[in-house]
Structure formats: C-alpha cells, structure tokens
C-alpha cells in the first residue's frame, strides 16, 4: 500500500467510522482534500463532542446502556476538553467553512478539530445520533452523508433538553455558515406536528437506553425544536417575517397612521418565556414582533427587554428592576408569575416604582400562562397591580373568542404558537397606542 493510499484510508476512516482511541494516543493527522470530506470532519467532531456532553450526563445514571455509554472508560476531564474544543472550534464559522473550501483561513485543524476526531468513541448503529441518521437517509438518500449528519446532529444535541439557548444556537450558526441543511424541510419532507410525531413512534424503541429522553412524543418535539429553530435561524419564519405579515392585515393596517404618530418613547418590557424570542415553540414572541413592526414604521420608540424564563416578580425585582428603572422607560410591560406573597409583594414594589419615576405601568389580565392558573391568585395579583396603578389590560376574553384557541398550546402543553402570538402581537400594539393616548377606535 502506498503512503498516499494509507493516508487517503486513514482521513476516509476519521470521519466514517467511529474508532477506539484513547485521547493522547493520535499519530500525525493526515489533511483531506478541501470539499466534502473536510465539511464530513467538521460535522463529526461536533457529533463527537455533543456525546462527549452526554457521556458527562450518563455518568451521572444508572440506567443507560454500557455499549453506547461505557462510562468507567472515560474521565471526566477528558470529556470535558473535548466539550471545550466544540466551543472553541464554533466560534469562527467563516474560518471553518473557507478552510473546507480551501481558501486561505487562518483556522487550524490541529487545535480543535482534531483532538475530536481523535477521541474516536465507539458509537453504536443504536446510539440515537445514528438511529436518526440512519432513518433519515432512508427518507433523502439523494443527500450526502454530511449534510444528513449535520441535522442529525442537531437532534442528538436538542434531546438534551437544556440546550435550546446556547449549544444548539452555536451548532446552527456554525452549519448554516457552511451552507448545510439545518432542518429536514430544506431536504423537502413534511414538518407538521403529525408528521413529526410519525417520525417519533418510527424511531422509538429502535435506540439504546440514554441518558435523554427517546419516546415518541420525546423525538416528536425534539423535530419541532429543530424545524422551528431552523426556520428562524434561516429568517424564513422569524420576528421580522411575522411583523412584515401582520402590517399587511387589514385591522393592523387601520392602525399604521397612529403608529408613525407616536412620539418618540422607550418601551421596557420585563417577562417570562412567553415574551421572548429565543423560544422553539413559536417563530417569534408577541414582544418582538411588535417590536420589529415599530422599528419599520416608527424607530423612534425604542424598546428594550428584561427576560429569563419562567421569571416571577421577585426574581424580576432582584435581577432587572434596577436596571429597567435607571433606563428611564416611558412604558413598562410586566408579564411575570406571581404564586407567592413575595412576589406579590415585589410586583407592588415594582408598580409603585416605575409609577413614581413617571412611567406607565401595564400588565395583561391572563396570557395563559399554566403556572398562572391560580385564579385566587389571579384575583389577588389584580387587586395589587390596581393598588400599584398597575393598568390591568383585558385580553382573557379576546384569548378565549378566538377560533384559533385550540390551536394555543405547542407540544410542551406550557408554551404558545404562532397564531397565539400574532393575537397577542395586535393586542400589545393596541395596549401601546392607548399609552399613547391615541384611540385604537378612531
């Protein structure tokens, strides 16, 4: 065999099978040809890191699979300098992508890309990285295994279900700037939550056990998370693409003259998950949809946003009142939970606050949220924000007339969709405008 056959064996092997060589024990890499086995490379050692990660949490089991999780077989530290080279080796997409191309790119791929095709796991067909890939070649054998990979990939890091906000807007990133498919709608099969759910009940059962969670409806909104983050990543369906609908509604139409009225004023909304747009339930949140939709018809109101999921008012009164109040804001939105007397207590803090400091202070009767549902607790949260001079703002019945209400709760059965935020979004523009003293009736 020729040393230049070896070396072709050798990069052809790095990126299609999985090995068993220990971290320290890699001889001198062999650098494939710019083109697709180098963007294979860069997707398998994301892969490769993404189950270091998870190896860290099945150490910390008892019940996964020794096969796929041989625990005792790898230290801690170790797993975690691979996690750390992932981080490293996502932070300069374009000099990733113009080194696989083989265009003059500053990126080495001793420092980080490397070390992870080195740690050479042995990685199972019944690993649930594998298991999706495998069936979704089934479905686009048309398309090349990096690009099947690359989505799988996104699966295998979404399954770990604390990722949504960090890892997983890292891999996106990385992969769109490689020009990869990021959502299995680019490779033309349906995203419909049954279709999704198809998925599920068809890979269900076929994967080892894992330290994730692999059922039906597990892998059904793992499929949702990666079509909607795909989507809004690609601005396909994001804040910006809704606001650009909605103006064209004709009810939102009425309202544009007043919009561009508005004098100029800053806006601070501090909320839960419901207000934000890093959330895989809906393309955006009602908050910056009609925050988009002033900075194309009127950019002199500003908005700035205080949020963290599942915030209550006493984690809002710690963590963002101080800030929000020395910003000076002309309105404030509050959508908090509020189940104990502190948070009452904080949301009163906070209402008389901003009220003193000149501000209109605004909050809405029922967003749904399912850890509001108290209604004693709703009745006595109404009887604070009036005692505050809160603005309480009706919108429960409109929530509840609408035709689309069955249609609210996206697959988590806590968080909202699409046509719950476009209602929201009208009612939020309506509710500043009234700020403005301008009518929505006129």
């Not at 625990?71 to 530290?77: G, I, R, S």
């Not at 601005?235 to 009425?254: G, K, S």
């Not at 599942?310 to 959508?335: E, I």
Request: hydrophobic fraction near 45%; proline fraction near 6%; include cysteine.
């Amino acid at each position: 065999m020729t040393i230049r056959l070896s070396q072709w064996l050798c990069a052809l092997l790095t990126v299609m099978l999985p090995g068993t060589v220990l971290l320290g024990q890699s001889s001198a890499p062999s650098v494939p040809a710019p083109g697709p086995v180098r963007l294979a490379q860069l997707v398998e050692a994301n892969i490769v890191a993404v189950h270091a990660y998870q190896l860290l949490l099945a150490q910390k089991q008892a019940n996964t699979d020794a096969v796929c999780w041989p625990v005792d077989d790898w230290k801690a530290q170790d797993l975690e300098a691979l996690v750390a080279h992932q981080t490293s080796l996502l932070k300069a997409p374009m000099d990733a992508k113009r080194w696989a191309l083989g265009a003059p790119s500053p990126f080495d791929p001793k420092i980080d890309l490397q070390p992870l095709l080195d740690a050479r796991f042995v990685m199972p067909a019944n690993l649930p990285v594998n298991v999706f890939a495998d069936y979704l070649h089934s479905q686009v054998p048309q398309f090349r295994r990096e690009e099947i990979r690359s989505i799988a990939n996104l699966y295998q890091t979404v399954l770990e279900v604390e990722r949504d906000g960090d890892r997983l807007q890292d891999l996106y990133s990385f992969y769109i700037a490689l020009e990869l498919p990021v959502y299995i709608g680019q490779m033309g099969l349906p995203g419909k939550d049954t279709d999704l759910l198809t998925t599920g009940i068809a890979l269900a059962g076929r994967e080892c056990v894992s330290p994730v969670g692999l059922s039906a409806a597990e892998w059904q909104i793992a499929g949702r998370k990666v079509w909607n983050w795909g989507e809004k990543n690609l601005h396909i369906r994001d804040a910006q693409v809704l606001a650009d609908e909605l103006l064209t509604e004709p009810d939102v139409r009425t309202l544009l003259p007043k919009m561009k009225a508005v004098e100029p004023e800053r806006v601070a909304v501090i909320g839960h998950s419901f207000t934000m747009d890093l959330h895989w339930a809906s393309p955006s949140a009602f908050v910056p949809i009609v925050t988009a939709m002033f900075a194309k018809e009127n950019p002199a109101v500003e908005f700035r946003q205080f949020q963290a999921g599942g915030l209550t008012s006493t984690r809002a009164l710690k963590n963002f009142y101080a800030d929000a109040l020395a910003w000076r804001p002309n309105v404030v939105l509050l959508v908090l939970a509020n189940r104990t007397d502190q948070d009452l207590s904080a949301l009163r803090t906070m209402g008389e606050g901003f009220k003193s400091a000149g501000a209109r202070v605004v909050m809405f009767d029922d967003v749904h949220d399912p850890d509001s549902g108290d209604r004693q607790m709703r009745s006595r949260e109404a009887d604070v924000a009036q005692e505050a001079g809160i603005e309480v703002v009706k919108v429960s019945p409109i929530l509840a007339a609408s035709p689309d209400r069955s249609h609210f709760l996206c697959l988590d059965h806590i968080h909202m969709t699409e046509p719950y935020h476009r209602l929201m979004a009208k009612e939020w523009l309506s509710t500043i405008l009234n700020i403005s003293q301008t009518s929505k009736a006129n």
